[in-house]
């Protein structure tokens, strides 16, 4: 063996060494919070009590659990999950609640009166002015669908118009030129 090969290998044998020895010279780093906080902890626990309840019915759909062991454990894991979920909205801060219903209420256009009360923003007149003009064509949509159902056949014009198509027997709209059921020329 040559001198060079003699001195690849070692220096291979020395990298690998060094590798597979890193993880016992490796300080442990402390962690900045090893415990969960109370809200952490509820969390997880809500979370293992929903995967167990969808465990169970899963379970149960697939009738790999006694029918009367599930109608007996669910009920109490469900209480117990109520529970937790109690437990967690006790923590939330007031102000938090204060704070997201007020965003809320901006999001939707509308400012808290001194009462208590919801009232529009003015900034928003135009798109209640527009919501108006879309419930006014509803309501003349509906107010003509209704005048044509109770109106008299045309025979004043000097035309017949019929209110039905006389092949198939679906309504049909005055200005209609062909039956949009069977396709009949009117």
């Not at 009590?49 to 790999?64: A, C, G, V």
């Amino acid at each position: 063996m040559t001198t060079g090969a003699i001195i690849f290998g070692l220096a291979i044998l020395i990298g690998v060494g060094l590798f597979l020895g890193q993880p016992y010279w490796q300080t442990a780093r402390p962690q900045s919070n090893p415990l969960p906080s109370r809200r952490q902890q509820l969390l997880i626990q809500k979370d293992a009590l929903l995967e167990q309840i969808r465990q169970m019915d899963f379970d149960h759909e697939t009738s790999k659990i006694d029918p009367e062991v599930y109608a007996r454990a669910r009920p109490q894991l469900i209480e117990q999950a109520a529970s937790l979920l109690k437990q967690l909205d006790e923590l939330v801060d007031p102000r938090l609640d204060a704070a997201i219903e007020s965003a809320i209420t901006r999001q939707r256009g509308q400012v808290p009166q001194s009462n208590g009360h919801l009232a529009p923003q003015p900034a928003l007149a135009a798109a209640s002015g527009a919501d108006a003009a879309i419930e006014a064509a509803i309501a003349r949509k509906r107010a003509r669908t209704t005048s044509l159902e109770t109106a008299q056949p045309a025979a004043a014009f000097g035309e017949i118009v019929e209110r039905f198509c006389s092949q198939c027997g679906r309504p049909r709209d005055p200005e209609d030129r062909f039956c949009a059921s069977c396709g009949r020329k009117f």
